[in-house]
Antibody
Framework: EVQLVESGGGLVQPGGSLRLSCAAS????????LVWVRQTPGEGLEWVAT????????YYMDSVKGRFTISRDNAENSLSLQMNSLRAEDTALYYC??????????WGQGTLVTVSS | DIQMTQFPSTLSASVGDRVTITCRAS??????LAWFQQKPGKAPKLLIY???SLESGVPSRFSGSGSGTEFALTISSLQPDDIATYYC??????????FGQGTKVEMK
């Protein structure tokens, strides 16, 4: 059974940092592109970042470029999102997502990030 | 970015009804269109990919159609378990993924 389990969310002050992690199991991790997607009541579902199988290609939504860094460890079957200079508008539920059929075929349960003073 | 517009935003139907949700893209996405179901407190679940391909394990009462800029998700006979919010998503190559705003399906 495919499992994606996120962790690392929490309350952080504006300008602060947080590192999200995603532990994967039940599939050949190194064969798949991976994505972070976030969800808020106001903005809905938003793609945040993408990484290819070996970590050599990384893509980001415009509003997080230069602040967020996606990375992966294929030996540990883990995906990470380092988030710096956090803003109130980054408050969201962050999902770790596997790419299959070129889209989001498997999702984790999400981890909540709240940016507030 | 490609904008995705879904309608209606809310839909009320009875068990056994045929339900159709529409999604429109601001520019052609060919057939790079997926549909997701999300229940409260749960992550989205992939139902349909490439506009009309049924994901493994998804009931056959779900179907997708369309290409270019106009797409539809149809539930042939609404069941109580189908009460959820449904999202379309485009994944046109070389474009950032974007999602529709969602359609909430309620039981009448």
């Amino acid at each position: 059974e495919v499992q994606l389990v996120e962790s690392g969310g929490g309350l952080v002050q504006p300008g602060g940092s947080l590192r999200l992690s995603c532990a994967a199991s039940g599939f050949s991790f190194s064969n798949y592109w991976l994505v972070w997607v976030r969800q808020t009541p106001g903005e809905g579902l938003e793609w945040v970042a993408t990484i290819n199988q070996v970590g050599s290609e990384k893509y980001y939504m415009d509003s997080v470029k230069g602040r967020f860094t996606i990375s992966r460890d294929n030996a540990e079957n883990s995906l990470s999102l380092q988030m710096n200079s956090l803003r109130a508008e980054d408050t969201a539920l962050y999902y770790c997502v596997r790419v299959g059929h070129f889209t989001a075929d498997q999702w984790g349960q999400g981890t909540l990030v709240t940016v507030s003073s | 970015d490609i904008q995705m517009t879904q309608f209606p935003s809310t839909l009320s139907a009875s068990v056994g009804d045929r339900v159709t949700i529409t999604c429109r893209a601001s520019q052609s996405v060919s057939s790079w269109l997926a549909w997701f179901q999300q229940k409260p407190g749960k992550a989205p679940k992939l139902l349909i990919y490439k506009a009309s391909s049924l994901e493994s394990g998804v009931p056959s009462r779900f179907s997708g159609s369309g290409s270019g800029t106009e797409f539809a998700l149809t539930i042939s006979s609404l069941q109580p378990d189908d009460i959820a919010t449904y999202y379309c998503q485009q994944y046109n190559l070389n474009s950032p993924w974007t999602f529709g705003q969602g359609t909430k399906v309620e039981m009448k």
